[in-house]
């Protein structure tokens, strides 16, 4: 550890301000290192899996409607995400870097805190996608526009940008006279501010507000949402046509049970009992990466629309390049 001079810096003879931070991470774990080489593979394959799926709806003219407006911005932010988390864990981690400047560890708490909020409002989205799909399908078209979802989904961008730069904003007013040693693999808001000496209050209800509004609120719209569909779908006389419409809904339930059910289930586990840090440290890190990765497998690369753009792309690219070849020869 540094010394009290080196690691911290006094200003306006009332806040003081830690020059770094120390982040602790797992405790006592054997071969943790696996663990880091295991994130490692996770998010090369985040990379390729949502690189490839952002490149196909690209390039593919009948993928641009708003429901792959949505994908898109699902793998965007997925691939964000993921770049704002992993790669700093590992150089943390896995070459023993712990000590992070103050400045870097406020905006590497921004990113992470502001990718996974917008990707909890953009299950929203899909959710208002299948809603309208479901419930008024002869108006969809007409409801469901670029407009629209360009609208809303630059309303949850410019949400989460404000309600993260302000969350992470009152840090500043904290002051870090005594520990700091994070215990998180990043630099989490609630572990950091309950390491100051002077009063949080202000954090606390802005911490609150911050997981109401990331988490819970998108959880009880998407739940109304399929509180509407099933009503929907039990006026539909015929069982084939009701089970049709259920599996449009499947990837998405899917999506939506790996991103909140282990953050929820952690919570609870929290509030209710005591659950050791590492066991909280591992589910955390696995709900901040593993949905990344399996996203564009379960809602995008398994639709029949996407598959068979990836092979006409792949047909284009095998074509261009025989022919290519045939000039050279």
Known sequence: MDSDEEATTKFNNTFVRPAKFYLSGFSNIPHVKYFYVFLCFVYIMTVLGNGFLLSVIWLVKTLHTPKYMIVFNMALTDLCGSTALIPKLLDTFLFDRRYIVYEACLSYMFFVLFFGGVQSWTLVTMAYDRLIAICFPLRYHSIVTKTAITS??????????????????????????????????????????????????????????????????????????????????????????????????????????????????????????????????????????????????????????????????????????????????
């Open 152 to 329: 809303m989904l630059l309303f949850i961008w410019l949400l989460m940008l404000s309600l993260t730069t302000l969350v992470v904003g009152l840090i500043n007013r904290l002051s870090f006279c005594d520990s700091v040693v994070v215990k998180s693999f990043f630099c989490d808001h609630g572990p950091i501010y309950r390491l100051a000496c002077n009063d949080p209050s202000l954090n606390i209800i802005m911490a609150n507000v911050g997981v109401s509004i990331g988490v819970f609120i998108p959880l009880i719209f998407i739940g109304c949402t399929y509180v509407c569909i099933s009503i929907a779908l039990s006026k539909i006389a015929s069982g084939e046509e009701r089970l049709k419409a259920l599996k449009t809904c499947t990837s998405h339930l899917i999506l939506v049970a790996i991103l909140f059910l282990p953050f929820v289930g952690t919570n609870i586990a929290v509030w209710a009992s005591y659950i050791h840090p590492n066991a909280r440290i591992i589910n955390s890190t696995l709900t901040h990466t593993i949905p990344a990765l399996i996203n564009p497998i379960v809602y995008a690369l398994k639709t029949e629309e996407v598959m068979n753009a990836v092979k006409n792309v792949l047909y284009c690219f095998t074509l261009n390049l025989f022919k290519r070849k045939k000039l050279k020869i």
